[in-house]
């Protein structure tokens, strides 16, 4: 199955909305300037998952947040060590090397897993809240998931968490944002932020905006 068009660009906008309170949330908490690219849209299934993702083998920081109500699906937050490092820092305040230095390694880890926390609750949050203005529709969060695991390995288990199955097909969305001080221009810093209902809900979607 394919999107047409129409449905292509309203699930765009509707990303791009949502990512954009999401990037001025995380700039107020961490106090830094923020910006996102143009959201990808594409319908793919479970077993195309490492056509559509760039280095599937790299370590990857996860954060899942299920969608329930009248539409299901599940969203995430993907960041490796550098940027999992560079958020940590900037949201506990602890922007010294050294000051990360002194922690073992399990308190490093158990700080990222915190701070991809409070990430994935701000960015489900927005996405939640936009798709509930612009549709109208009966939207809440459920429950979170963490993981560290290759980036191909921690997708493969929320697309599972989405529902799907080896053959079905799902929607995937995907944004990125970037820090945009002058030391980390262009830099992404927080990953992907990635969006997956279950092919089935565009049409629940799509009937709240009216097409």
Do not use: W
Not at 54 to 71: F, K, R, S
Not at 125 to 150: C, P, Q, W
């Amino acid at each position: 199955m394919i999107l047409t068009k129409l449905q292509e660009d309203t699930l765009q906008e509707i990303a791009n909305i949502s990512t954009g309170h999401a990037a001025k949330s995380l700039a107020e908490l961490m106090d830094k300037k923020i910006k996102h690219n143009i959201p990808y849209v594409s319908v793919i299934q479970l077993e195309q998952i490492f056509d559509v993702i760039q280095n599937p083998e790299d370590e990857t920081y996860m954060a899942a947040l299920e969608i329930t109500g009248d539409v299901k699906g599940v969203i995430l937050m993907l960041m490796d060590e550098a940027g999992a490092t560079l958020v940590a820092k900037y949201m506990t305040k602890k922007m010294l090397d050294e000051d990360l230095e002194k922690m073992t390694l399990e308190e490093q880890q158990e700080l990222k897993f915190s701070v991809l926390l409070e990430c994935i609750n701000i960015i489900g949050n927005s996405y939640i809240t936009t798709l509930v203005e612009i549709t109208k529709l009966k939207i809440e969060s459920g429950l979170t998931d963490m993981a560290i695991d290759m980036k191909a390995a921690v997708l493969d288990r929320a697309f599972l968490k989405a529902g799907a199955t080896s053959c079905s097909e799902l929607i995937y969305i995907k944004s990125e944002l970037y820090l945009t001080d002058e030391k980390y221009k262009n830099k992404n810093f927080i990953g992907e932020i990635v969006i997956i209902p279950n092919f089935e809900e565009k049409d629940k979607i799509m009937e709240g905006v009216g097409i």
